[in-house]
């Protein structure tokens, strides 16, 4: 199979840790007799240093282009960099916010799962996290509050803000389509989460998301309230596989999700819209207070591109290898600074993406 790839180094580690991914998917390509093309386009300070904007129209042709973009991440330090001197609209992050909306990339995905080797990490109690958990967070990204109609007024000297929740079903449907459709790719499992005993949004969410599942005999689909979900994710987080939810429920959710795992540098993320496109990133920042050194930790990077394979691609067998490599790396004793911890042997990024390399 031919992939066409583009890639966002971006900023910070950026470079470094997809300069490993890309190792990782090379050695795929390898093993598996695909050919992988890749492409690097700039986005966020590296292309304003250039440009003098976070992003081109030529980069966003490019993205468009490709089967999929693979990136790293983008922004600098936001208190002494020159990039956040400039107005917001021309600042690394309004590259994201473009490239996102330019590919129209609707549904977020975030996995949160527990390697038995990092479980010292896991905040939860013993009792609770050695049942270990594996779930994905399937956040609606382009409607919903953050999205609807906004105002603030003064009315007889009292200020009064608005912020509007609106949804429709076909908004829900696109999504819950995808959620069903990955839960077939795992434990055929959904839970749908919303406030429908309180909001006529949630109301219409829990309605089109049981019609979406008539045709998804398979698939268990279950709905839960957002406020015991919260509380669930902590009590007994081995309960769920496929977390479905709009946009605001599931930007608190999978931030609670990726905290219960307590290893920021393993985490990876997937935005993607109605075809196979996705564009695929780590969950973390650019980490720029220890960019260049080679010690930032690729694994997110790399779990990110094991999700381009599975979800843009269909490449099941080999995303299934690139992530037992990550088990194996890990099980074999290698930590990166991160997620040292006694016992282990310390190593660098570039080592890391050689060893996890070498295990494809
Ligand atoms: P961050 O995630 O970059 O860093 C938080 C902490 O985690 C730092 O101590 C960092 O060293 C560490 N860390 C992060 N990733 C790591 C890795 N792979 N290996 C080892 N350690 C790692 O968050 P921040 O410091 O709040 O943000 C830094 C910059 O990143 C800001 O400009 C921010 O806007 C940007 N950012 C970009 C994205 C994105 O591109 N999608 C997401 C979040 C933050």
Known sequence: MELNIVC???DGIGPEIVAEAKKVLNKVADKYGHEIKFKDILMGGASIDVHGVPLTDEAIADAKAADAVLMGSIGGDTNTSPWYRLSPDKRPEAGLLKIRKALNLFANLRPAYLYEELAAACPLKEEISRAGFDM????????????????????N????????LTYDENEIRRIAIKGFEIARKRRHKVTSVDKANVLDS?????????EVAKDYPDVTVEHMLVDNCAMQLVKDP???DVILTENMFGDILSDEASMVTGSIGMLSSASLNDTKFGLYEPSHGSAPDIAGQDIANPIATVLSAAMMLRYSFDLDQ???AVENAVRQVLKDGYRTGDIMSEGCVKVGCKQMGDLLAQRI
């Open 8 to 10: 966002i180094p971006g």
């Open 157 to 164: 000297g009292v200020r009064r803000a608005v912020d509007t």
């Open 318 to 320: 080999e995303a299934d």
């Open 238 to 240: 081995a309960q769920f």
């Open 136 to 155: 994905l967070i399937m956040r609606e990204l382009t409607g919903g509050l953050y999205f609807g109609e906004r105002k603030t007024t003064t009315e």
């Open 202 to 210: 949630s109301r219409l969410w829990r309605a089109v998301v049981n």
